[in-house]
């Protein structure tokens, strides 16, 4: 006997699973700009 769906369980499970890879991909995104950046400037704004 097949289960009875549950729409909106499954409509969350993927919205998390959506939200997790880009935040993913964001932090990518963000530490390749870091190492990117010359080192003069990284360190001037850290002193600011």
Known sequence: MARAPNYDQ???ERDRQKAAKK???????VAARERSKPETETQ???EE
């Open 10 to 12: 499954e409509r969350k």
């Open 23 to 29: 935040a993913e991909k964001l932090a990518a995104k």
């Open 44 to 46: 001037t704004e850290t």
